[in-house]
Antibody
Framework: EVYLVESGGALVEPGRSLRLSCTAS????????MYWVRQAPGKGLEWVGG????????GYADSVKGRFTISRDSAKNSLFLQMDSLRPEDTALYYC????????????WGQGTLVTVSS | QSALTQPASVSGSPGQSITISCTGT?????????VSWYQQHPGKAPKLMIF???NRPSGISTRFSGSKSGNTASLTISGLQAEDEATYYC???????????FGTGTEVTVV
């Protein structure tokens, strides 16, 4: 069975940086296309960005482009989200999710890690 | 990429059927059969209910079904049950630099 566990969420001041981690079990992240999705408090889901199984970028949302970077460590079977120049509007629960093989569908999600950007 | 449009809320009585619409454009919903639907209960992660427009993952009740016509996809819940109370989101592949776009979300109430 596949499990995705996010970590690294914290309270940070505007302008600072934070790195989130998503550790996977039951799959190899270098064989799976994976994504970050966020949800601001009381709001809907927003796709953030992703990394292809072959290490290529799946793009970033306009709201985070140039500030957020997705990377991975195959040895740790982990996906990362480096968030720089954080803004209050980046406050959200950040989910890690994987693509379904053979489709463009997010079929497995972690439980999320909370990022709060506030002074 | 603008969010897909869903009604803010839909309600129904136990046993009834409800349908949630999800309207996009010819660049997302209308161009790809990669529409999925997610159920989210408060404080929980989203759960996949429908993928590729009208397919159910293993373990999902046959009461949930999906369809698409043009730029609009739909989720139908038949035989509505109390446990179906949740927020539902549609999602579409876009094929562009922003891979996915979500719907605005629909709160389903069983009255």
């Amino acid at each position: 069975e596949v499990y995705l566990v996010e970590s690294g969420g914290a309270l940070v001041e505007p302008g600072r940086s934070l790195r989130l981690s998503c550790t996977a079990s039951g799959l190899r992240i270098d064989e799976t296309t994976m994504y970050w999705v966020r949800q601001a408090p009381g709001k809907g889901l927003e796709w953030v960005g992703g990394m292809s199984w072959n290490g290529g970028s799946m793009g970033y949302a306009d709201s985070v482009k140039g500030r957020f970077t997705i990377s991975r460590d195959s040895a740790k079977n982990s996906l990362f989200l480096q968030m720089d120049s954080l803004r209050p509007e980046d406050t959200a629960l950040y989910y890690c999710a994987k693509d379904m093989s053979g489709s463009y569908t997010l079929d497995c999600w972690g439980q999320g890690t909370l990022v709060t950007v506030s002074s | 990429q603008s969010a897909l449009t869903q009604p803010a809320s839909v309600s129904g009585s136990p046993g009834q059927s409800i349908t949630i619409s999800c309207t996009g454009t010819s660049n997302d919903v209308g161009d790809y059969n990669y529409v999925s639907w997610y159920q989210q209960h408060p404080g929980k992660a989203p759960k996949l209910m429908i993928f590729d427009v009208n397919n159910r993952p293993s373990g999902i009740s046959t009461r949930f079904s999906g369809s698409k016509s043009g730029n609009t996809a739909s989720l139908t819940i038949s035989g509505l049950q109390a446990e179906d109370e949740a927020t539902y989101y549609c999602n579409s592949y876009t094929g562009g630099s922003t891979t996915y776009v979500f719907g605005t979300g629909t709160e389903v109430t069983v009255v």
